[in-house]
């Protein structure tokens, strides 16, 4: 195989289909935020000397964290400056298309006033310069009733919304209940990505494909454990958002060199990599991309496919499609 020049990766054209915008919001950051709100950091925010913890204890120490930095996001000048600093690092990182994650509901729950949300990220995502769609999520563990409002804030939105999205703790509720997000994401000509198999067995990838008809999976490394749904998601080429850093971080896999990466390349599967919560992590979607090379020995042509199917796989329209395809690939 050719060495690999580290910066050949930094300088590629990429593309990006599985980030958390709030997700993108560095330990400092969230420090700020909870000043300026007039809160103590130490008090509100479960960092480790000021930092994310290099690796979390289980998914829920994670969602907690999570839930902890999102909540200090309380007015709309917040996630303007959130989405204008995410759509600039992705730019610099020369992401030239991403799809990136946004719990709408919960800003709202938490007091936002969702015409002024919209705009905020909207504007935010504009000044900064990136090339960025919406994935509108709703948390499995919200409930049913948190998902139909997640659908009407979507419909609503005056931003570059591409998808519909089912996130949060597997298995918390049933996978059928979410039917309202396959009948939206159709209305709305939306696609649909579902978060499974990522704590959860194949079961919860089975369900998604199912039940809901997820467009993409979200994860999926638990698909590995059954040869039956790797042949199908081999066969039926449903594209799946491999994240391994964030799946060592949260215990899932001992290591990077225990990730079912280069399993699931060699079994046909189609994967993409992406960085899931970037500085929650410690990541890149070019760190990303360098471990999925070295774990499963890929040359730059593979290097260069992972991208077309990035593309491919992309929520925008067909035209949008065939020009990122054609921007990797040259």
């Given amino acids: 195989m050719p ?15 599985h980030v958390h915008l709030e997700g993108s919001v560095a330990a400092d950051t969230a420090v700020d935020l909870a000043r300026s709100h007039g809160r103590n950091p130490d008090e509100v925010l479960p960092l480790v000397e000021g930092a994310y913890p290099r690796r979390f204890a289980d998914f829920q ?14 007015e709309p000048e917040d996630l303007r400056v959130i989405a204008a600093a995410f ?25 936002m006033e969702p015409s002024e949300m919209w705009d905020a990220v909207r504007e935010g995502l504009e000044s900064g310069g990136g090339n960025v769609g919406l994935i509108v999520d709703a ?13 009407e804030l979507a419909e609503a939105a005056a931003a570059p919304v591409v998808g519909l999205g089912l996130s949060g703790i597997e298995g918390s509720v049933p996978e059928r209940e979410f039917t309202m997000l396959r009948d939206a994401a159709d209305r709305l000509d939306l696609g649909l990505a579902v978060h499974a198999g990522e704590t959860g067995g194949p079961e919860r ?24 749904l790797t042949a199908r998601l081999a066969q039926e080429r449903v594209p799946i958002e491999v994240c391994p850093s964030s799946n060592v971080a ?43 090379a070295r774990l499963a020995e890929l040359d730059r042509d593979d290097l260069v496919e992972l991208q077309r199917r990035a593309a491919r796989a992309a929520f925008a329209s067909k035209d949008v499609r065939a020009n990122l395809e054609q921007s990797v690939t040259s």
């Fill in 205 to 228: 990838i089975w369900a998604a494909l199912d039940d809901l008809g997820a467009d993409r999976i979200g994860h999926g490394v638990a698909a590995v454990l059954d040869r039956e």
């Fill in 61 to 74: 120490e994670f969602v907690a964290t999570y839930v902890a930095v999102s909540a200090q996001i309380k």
């Fill in 87 to 111: 759509a600039h690092a992705q730019a610099k990182q020369n992401i030239i298309y991403t799809e990136a994650t946004f719990t709408a509901i919960t800003h709202v729950g938490n007091g």
């Fill in 250 to 292: 949260l215990g899932i896999f001992e290591s990077l060199q225990q990730h079912p990466f280069p399993a699931m390349w060699r079994a046909g599967m189609n994967v993409t990599v992406n960085s899931d919560d970037p500085p929650f992590f410690s990541t890149t979607l070019s760190d990303e991309l360098r471990h999925a």
């Fill in 139 to 151: 948390p499995r563990n919200l409930g049913v009733e948190a998902a139909h409002r997640t659908v």
């Fill in 3 to 17: 060495a690999l020049d580290p910066f050949d990766l930094d300088a590629r054209a990429k593309i990006e289909l």
